[in-house]
């Protein structure tokens, strides 16, 4: 496909997305529907809609419509391309250029690229930092892979995804966390992989995971699993009694694959109250996702008050159910992949304020300005108060 036929492509995804469709849906059903499409122009489709998607405020600005259109024009004429060397109308190319199509400068609320509503509580959480998350958060996440130290070190898994035309180099976030500097693609197909030596992981779940008190012989639950990225780097760091949750156990279906792939052993449990008492309990709570919406833009503009709330209830209704079920001395330690202070620290003052004898030891926030995700983690215990 020609860079323009690749725009044409984008522009018909990005209508769907518009319409409601989710996003990967959206490629999936154009991937099945274009056979003469190759792997490169799947991945450049694909990079041409989060891309638009991320800045959809700004691009449908500079493009003069909140269509597929329009945030393609917007996303050439951000990236200093004159639309009409693509837009010519000839072969599969979009057609021309309009004079209503001209588009205007964005203003300067529309340049961060997030929802009105939310910029208010997004000053109050984040401060001056605000505009340089919001700028990260407009940009491609960088690739992150987790180091399973059961099975190599980090000095070993870079030489190993080195001779497969993989390089990744150490990242401060974590002694785990290695950042891919050259060859993403081949991640999945190589036998670094394949083997468990290494996990695709985001750099800040690593780091909440490395501040978690772990030792030998806990018996700990893994409470909010999904697909269990987090109870693997739980298993790596040390030996456990490892259980995961999740209230929807359908996410959970490749947990056992990818444990055994690892070399670690996790229980999956329908009903942790049976299972209780645990020395520790990982809540990796349902969030709006705020912190990782470079990887998830859809969610940036789908998020409303009212959904915000109610992520707030079960986030309560969460802490609530597992507090009878730490041991005495144990943590609950509940995270996020949220920057906003309703889902993080104003969860946690509420929790205090109406649990009596728990308290907090220790709270941590990550933001995309030290390059992973936007992550908080709060470590509770009885006591504290
Ligand atoms: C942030 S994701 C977890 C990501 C996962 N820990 C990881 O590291 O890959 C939150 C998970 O919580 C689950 N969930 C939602 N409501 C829940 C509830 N009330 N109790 C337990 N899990 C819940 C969701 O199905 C989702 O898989």
């Not at 990260?136 to 995804?161: E, G, H, K, S, W």
């Not at 050259?182 to 490395?210: F, H, N, P, W």
């Not at 809540?283 to 859809?298: F, K, L, T, V």
């Not at 609530?320 to 946690?348: F, H, K, M």
């Amino acid at each position: 496909m020609t860079p323009a036929a690749r725009h044409s492509a984008a522009i018909e995804v990005l209508d769907r997305i518009l319409a409601g469709a989710p996003a990967e849906q959206a490629l999936t059903n154009w991937g099945r529907a274009s056979r003469f499409a190759g792997s490169g122009d799947r991945n450049a489709v694909r990079d041409l809609v989060y891309d638009a998607l991320r800045c959809r405020r700004s691009y449908a600005a500079l493009g003069g419509a909140e269509s597929g259109r329009g945030l393609m024009l917007g996303a050439l004429r951000a990236a200093g391309t004159d639309p009409a060397t693509l837009f010519t109308g000839e072969g599969h190319a979009p057609s021309l250029v309009t004079q209503g199509e001209q588009g205007r400068t964005p203003a300067a609320a529309e340049t961060l690229d997030l929802p009105d509503w939310l910029l208010p509580q997004l000053t109050e959480s984040l401060g001056d930092d605000l505009t340089g998350i919001a700028q990260a958060l407009r940009q491609r996440a960088p690739v992150f892979l987790r180091v399973n130290l059961r099975r190599a070190t980090a000095t070993q898994a870079i030489a190993a995804l080195q001779a497969e035309g993989i390089t990744a180099q150490p990242h401060g976030l974590a002694d785990t966390a290695l950042e891919v500097t050259d060859g993403a693609r081949k991640i999945q197909t190589s036998q670094a992989y394949l083997s468990g030596l290494v996990e695709l992981q985001d750099a800040a779940s690593q780091a909440v995971v490395a501040a978690l008190p772990l030792r030998d012989g806990m018996r700990v639950l893994d409470h909010c699993a999904g697909g269990g990225g987090k109870t693997l780097a739980m298993a790596a760091r040390a030996k456990l009694s490892l259980f995961a949750h999740d209230a929807f156990p359908a996410r959970m279906r490749d947990l056992p694959t990818r444990a055994s792939r690892a070399g670690v052993k996790v229980a999956l449990s329908d009903a942790p109250e049976a299972l209780a008492p645990f020395d520790l309990i990982l809540a990796d709570a349902p969030c709006s996702g705020s912190g990782s919406w470079r990887r998830d833009p859809q969610g940036k503009w789908a998020l409303t008050p009212e959904r915000l709330a109610q992520i707030g209830a079960v986030q309560d209704e969460i802490l609530d159910r597992l507090a009878p079920l730490v041991a005495p001395g144990g943590v609950l330690a509940y995270a996020t992949c949220s920057v906003l202070r309703a889902e993080n620290e104003d969860r946690i003052a509420a929790f205090v304020n109406r649990t009596p004898g728990w308290g907090v030891k220790t709270m941590q926030r990550f933001t995309p300005l030290t390059g992973g995700d936007g992550f908080f983690l709060a470590l509770l215990t009885q006591g504290q108060a």
